[in-house]
């Protein structure tokens, strides 16, 4: 059975920092891309980052780039993203989601595994 588990979100102010963290079990972690998405109150998820299988392309969604970056680390079966300059619009829970393919996607229809989430709050 194939879990994910994220870390890491918290409250934070504007201009501050957090790091996410996700695990994976049962599934070879390194064989597969990875995704950040996140959902706000009231709208739909949307894409944050993406990472391919051994962390050799990465792609962003426009509002974060610069800001956010993701990472892997395959040892530890464990996909990162480090949040800066957090601005209010960052506020959502934040989802991790694994792939079945190594090459990295925007969207959720491509991957097949979703943690539970992580609520990041960026205060003004």
């Known amino acids: 059975q194939v879990q994910l588990v994220e870390s890491g979100g918290g409250l934070v102010q504007a201009g501050g920092s957090l790091r996410l963290s996700c695990v994976v079990s049962?599934?070879?972690?390194?064989?597969?891309?990875m995704g950040w998405f996140r959902q706000a109150p009231g709208k739909e998820r949307e894409f944050v980052a993406a990472?391919?299988?051994?962390?050799?392309?990465?792609y962003y969604a426009e509002s974060v780039k610069g800001r956010f970056t993701i990472s892997r680390d395959n040892a530890k079966n464990t996909v990162y993203l480090q949040m800066n300059s957090l601005k209010p619009e960052d506020t959502a829970v934040y989802y991790c989601a694994t792939r079945r393919v190594h090459g990295i996607a925007t969207g959720e229809a491509e991957y097949d595994y979703w943690g539970q989430g992580t609520q990041v709050t960026v205060s003004s």
């Open positions: 049962g599934r070879t972690f390194s064989l597969y891309a």
């Open positions: 990472i391919s299988w051994n962390g050799g392309s990465t």
